[in-house]
């Protein structure tokens, strides 16, 4: 003979039950007539080119928008389109939290080799010879970032932090103004351009 309970199986039937109307919310809706195809939110809804994104991006009402749209852009720009590229772009982000940069460097010239045309995979290249005091080497990649992708916003900030780091104040000025003409809300960009104007401007460019 069972232990169990009336009551407690019957508030395990139903939990079971609940839990199965959860995982099929529609079950009780209204049939569909035969031969009507039904579409997901995600799939009416196509999601907007990369194009569309910037023009978004540069007529953003607010910083919260623009860091919204943002993000959606730097996930693109995240997809290198090889499993591979990705799993070696994610060892060299943990080579360079823990500070092994000559690591990382070779690890990004793996993903670099195999994905020439990523330009997110030079402008994190950049980054890891920034931090291993390579100025020409970060700059070099860079440029290459930017002739892929030239709307690369995050590369022509950089750009601009390299060139002020290196008291080129005409070119810290010209990147940070073409980062700005794309994101124009970009964190800490018009107080950089602020700070260096009134040395630049007026002098033949």
Request: hydrophobic share 45%; proline share 5%; aromatic share 8%.
């Amino acid at each position: 003979m069972s232990n169990r309970s009336p009551t407690r199986s019957c508030l395990k039937a139903a939990l079971v039950a609940a839990f199965c109307i959860f995982l099929a919310p529609n079950a009780f809706a209204d049939p569909v007539p035969e031969g009507r195809k039904t579409e997901s939110k995600a799939e009416k809804k196509q999601p907007l080119s990369l194009d569309e994104l910037f023009t978004r991006l540069k007529a953003a009402a607010d910083d919260s928008e623009a860091k919204g749209i943002a993000r959606l852009i730097e996930q693109r720009f995240a997809r290198s389109g090889s499993a591979t590229a990705d799993l070696l772009t994610e060892r060299a982000r943990q080579a360079m939290s823990g500070h092994d940069f000559p690591l990382a460097v070779e690890l990004m010239d793996r993903a670099t080799t195999l994905e020439p045309g990523w330009s997110e995979g030079w402008n994190r290249r950049a980054t890891v010879f920034w931090m291993l005091s390579d100025p020409a080497a970060a700059i070099a990649d860079l440029q290459r970032t930017l002739v892929l992708e030239p709307r690369h916003y995050e590369a022509w900030a950089a750009l601009g932090r390299i060139y002020q780091a290196t008291d080129d104040k005409r070119r810290a000025l010209e990147a940070f103004r073409r980062a700005a003409a794309i994101y124009p809300r970009m964190d800490r960009l018009q107080s950089a351009i602020d700070r260096l104007a009134p040395d630049i401007d007026g002098r033949d460019l």
